[in-house]
Structure formats: C-alpha cells, structure tokens
T-cell receptor, first 115, second 109 residues
Framework: ETGVTQTPRHLVMGMTNKKSLKCEQH?????MYWYKQSAKKPLELMFV???????ENNSVPSRFSPECPNSSHLFLHLHTLQPEDSALYLC??????????????FGAGSRLTVL | GQNIDQPTEMTATEGAIVQINCTYQ??????LFWYQQHAGEAPTFLSY??LDGLEEKGRFSSFLSRSKGYSYLLLKELQMKDSASYLC??????????WGAGTKLIIKP
C-alpha cells in the first residue's frame, strides 16, 4: 500500500459504455496526476491537477474526462472508448507540481480493457 | 527533441551486480529520477539526482553526468525480489517529467 488507492483494479468495458476510475490519496499532497502506461512504452502524462486546478491536458481525447473535487480525490470518466485505449491507468500524487524534487507516489493502477 | 533511452531488458544472476544505463536529451534539466515497478504494482521511487556524481542508498546507487546526458542505476548483491522494471525519468526546466520506456530486469538463481 503506497498511500494512493485506485479503484477498480481491473475494468472491462465495451466501446459504448460509460465508466469511471477513482483515485484517492491521504498523503496531504496537493498535486494529482493521471498517466497511461502501455506495454514497452514510456509513461504518458494525461492530466495534472495542482491545488485542485487543472494545469496540464496533454492533448488527451475528449472521451477521457478528469474530475478533481478536492485535493484527495481524482476521477477519470471514460466514455465511447476505443480498443487502443486498453492500458494500465496510473494515478499519482506529489507535494505540489513545482516543489523541490517533486517525488511522485503512484497507485497500483487500473487495468482497462476495451472490447 | 526529447528522448530517454534505456535498455529494454537485462538479465543478471542472484548475488551479482548489474548496471542499468539511461541516456537523455531533453529541453533543460532539473533532476533525474529512478523508479522501480514490480509486475502489477505501483512504480516506487528509488533515487533522485540533480548534481553530478554518485548517490548511494544501501544496495542501490545512482550516478549522474549532466554534461554527458547520462545516468546509471547500480544494483549490488542482487536478490530475486529485485526482478522488476526500472524506469528512468528526467525533469525538464519547465518541471515536466519525460519518461523512458523502462528496463525489465530478470534475476536468475
């Protein structure tokens, strides 16, 4: 247990479904991140929230929609996904985006399969 | 352009030493990180280098040469539990993190 909890750990959905991924941290961190991890590829940053404000949106398709209701919770809403969106989605948190070493604490990820 | 290179896979023997290299070309430099990720688990922080030289932390050490755009992670007295992927990441001047694709380390008895 790293202090960052992601649910569900596994999700299978059809292309017409709507689902959400949830991330929760109780580390007192102010920055939260969504990353996509595909096999043998670098981590892809999707979204960043710093003090609940979205600071990064790395050209992510609109079928992915983030929500950050408070500093401890982060959601990724999914709708009309494509099979190529199948991947491990990692949530991370850090003290804040611009501070010091800004070490990330990751959750174990949500393994998404789109049929 | 931005690029991080590290070997895709390495194999080493239990009890031995292994060095995982990482070379980078980025827009500015504000630190280099190594993370460990066991299969099906969260990446966990191993080390952070911002100045040239060697940082030692138990069986693991990390080296940085900013002039050469080069780092390595050195693992000594390898144990079976060290079988994992090792991710190199560079923080650019704008605080963006650029990640390598990771090195899968296989430890054999």
């Amino acid at each position: 247990e790293t202090g960052v909890t992601q649910t569900p750990r596994h999700l299978v959905m059809g292309m017409t479904n709507k689902k959400s991924l949830k991330c929760e941290q109780h580390l007192g961190h102010n920055a939260m991140y969504w990353y996509k991890q595909s096999a043998k590829k670098p981590l892809e940053l999707m979204f960043v929230y710093n003090f609940k404000e979205q600071t990064e949106n790395n050209s992510v398709p609109s079928r992915f929609s983030p929500e950050c209701p408070n500093s401890s919770h982060l959601f990724l809403h999914l709708h009309t996904l494509q099979p190529e969106d199948s991947a491990l989605y990692l949530c991370a948190s850090s003290q804040d985006q611009g501070s010091g070493a800004n070490v990330l604490t990751f959750g174990a990820g949500s393994r998404l399969t789109v049929l | 352009g931005q690029n991080i290179d590290q070997p895709t896979e390495m194999t080493a023997t239990e009890g031995a030493i292994v060095q995982i290299n990482c070379t980078y070309q980025t827009s500015g430099f504000n630190g280099l990180f190594w993370y460990q990720q066991h299969a099906g688990e969260a990446p966990t922080f191993l080390s952070y280098n911002v100045l040239d030289g060697l940082e030692e932390k138990g069986r693991f050490s990390s080296f940085l040469s900013r002039s050469k755009g080069y780092s390595y992670l050195l693992l000594k007295e390898l144990q079976m539990k060290d079988s994992a992927s090792y991710l190199c990441a560079v923080r650019e001047s704008n605080y963006q993190l650029i990640w390598g694709a990771g090195t899968k380390l296989i430890i054999k008895p």
